[in-house]
C-alpha cells in the first residue's frame, strides 16, 4: 500500500512508466531502512555498552527511525521516483 500510496499521491509528477523498477528500488529503501534501524540496536549494544530496555527504545525508535526516515526519503525523492512532470 504504500509504495502505491507514494506513487498515485506523494510522487505524482516524478513517477515513470517502469513502475517495476520503481517498486523493486522503494522495497530496497524499505529494508534499507530497517536495516539502519537495526545497526543503531548492534552499535548500542556492542559498540557503546548499553543494554538496557530504555537504551534499546531510544536506539531503535527515536535514532535509528529518525536515520531511516531521513534515508528513505532522500533516497525515494533522488533515486527511486525520478521521472518529469507529465503532460
Do not use: K, P
Not at 498515485?8 to 513502475?19: F, K, S
Not at 548492534?42 to 531510544?58: C, E, Q, V, W, Y
Request: hydrophobic share 50%.
Amino acid at each position: 500500500y504504500s509504495w502505491i500510496a507514494n506513487r498515485l499521491w506523494t510522487y505524482r509528477g516524478r513517477t515513470r512508466d517502469n513502475a517495476t523498477r520503481e517498486a523493486i528500488l522503494f522495497f530496497f529503501a524499505n529494508a534499507c531502512g530497517i536495516g539502519i534501524s537495526q545497526f543503531c540496536l548492534l552499535f548500542t549494544h556492542h559498540i557503546l555498552g548499553f543494554t538496557s530496555a530504555l537504551a534499546d527504545n531510544i536506539a531503535v525508535y527515536v535514532v535509528g527511525f529518525a536515520l531511516g526516515t531521513a534515508f528513505r526519503f532522500f533516497f525515494y525523492h533522488y533515486v527511486v521516483f525520478t521521472g518529469g512532470t507529465r503532460a
